[in-house]
């Protein structure tokens, strides 16, 4: 017999012998499954330790509430949960305590497990075509990579932070909030802003760069101990020796001047059409969140606003219709 942890009967009986709550002749049985199987045993012992982590070490006299305490204060500290949505607990049998324990140890457990998976690595890589990958974030932030451009963001990107990591070439058009400040780090500098257009460059080769198209940003060299400039719309930051160096533009060049490939990797629609018509200066419409909703892997080419919208109607079985300069997308 193996035993699983979604089992109440299963956790209620490792939680009776640990409190030494069974009968002489219930901790025999208890003991003979647990040696039955490598994992029963494994996990009898991994929940003793875990119970001795929180901080209790009298598995007569657990001290479930303080227990309780610290998992929602973690849980807390981690945006995980709402302290007014729980409540203290309390049993009379040492052995349903120690269950409560037990339970508190899976759940804090899941809670790492969880934080774990938000701090998992979101890899975007653009290919060595000379394609810019357009990329959408959790934010509703639009990121343009440039070829052999690599972008490294969690899953926590939007709900705790809007850190990423960018090794190549990329234009950011981000949404602005302020209580979430948007970080870009590179090898050699951090940028940071609150919502704004810009061209960041980090490259062996090419080395550091910003390009502020929109808004403003904060830039700061890694290896200089020294304040951060503030960049505006046309001034361009550059990072040499360690040093950043800030000059005006008097015509900073647009972003749909270097576009010659569009890509779009499974972007929803809606999307789409919002970097169609701020590359193209287009006004195309959807005519309802299902029809934006709708997702399309699609590359265009140097092409006329015209031509695509043929694409995405013909790829989406859409119909389009203009109405003086607009052009709406709609289900047939």
């Known amino acids: ?15 009776k012998y640990l409190a030494g709550e069974m009968t002489s002749s219930e901790a025999n049985g208890f003991e003979a499954i647990v040696n039955s199987h490598p994992e029963n045993a494994m996990l ?52 349903l305590r120690v269950v409560a324990a037990v339970a508190i140890v899976l759940v804090v457990g899941s809670a790492f497990l969880f934080t774990g998976l938000l701090n998992r690595s979101i890899v975007i890589q653009s290919t060595s075509e000379p394609s810019t990958l357009v990329h959408t974030l959790a934010d509703g932030s639009v990121v343009y990579l440039e070829p052999n451009t690599t972008l ?71 290896a200089a101990k020294t304040k951060g400039l503030i960049a505006l719309a046309g001034d361009r930051v550059t990072l040499a020796n360690n040093q950043l160096t800030k000059t005006r533009e008097l015509t900073p060049p647009q972003l749909k001047h270097k576009i010659q490939r569009l890509q779009f990797k499974d ?54 219709n203009f109405e003086n300069s607009t052009i709406i997308l709609r289900q047939p």
């Open 152 to 222: 490294t963001y969690t899953k926590a990107f939007g709900k705790r932070n809007r850190d990423v990591s960018l090794d190549g070439e990329a234009f950011f058009d981000v949404s602005r909030n302020p209580e979430l400040p948007f970080v870009i780090e590179t090898s050699t500098a951090q940028v940071k802003v609150l919502g704004t257009s810009f061209s960041v460059k980090s490259t062996k080769d090419s080395g550091f760069e910003v390009l502020v198209q929109t808004g403003s940003v904060n830039v700061e060299s890694k």
């Open 1 to 15: 017999m193996k035993f699983n942890i979604d089992k109440p009967d299963h956790c209620s009986a490792i939680a």
């Open 44 to 95: 009898v012992n991994d929940f003793r330790n875990d119970w001795k982590q929180i901080g209790n070490t009298q598995m007569n006299t657990p001290n479930v509430d303080n227990a309780w305490h610290k998992l929602i204060t973690k849980l807390d500290e981690e945006s995980l949960v709402e302290k007014s949505s729980i409540k203290s607990i309390g049993y009379g049998k040492p052995w």
């Open 267 to 320: 972007e929803q629609l809606a999307t789409i059409v919002q970097v169609l018509n701020k590359t193209y200066d287009a006004n195309i419409v959807v005519e309802s969140y299902e029809v934006g909703s709708r997702r399309l892997t699609v590359t265009f080419v140097d092409n006329s606003v015209e031509s695509i919208v043929e694409v995405i109607c013909a790829a989406l079985g859409l119909e389009s």
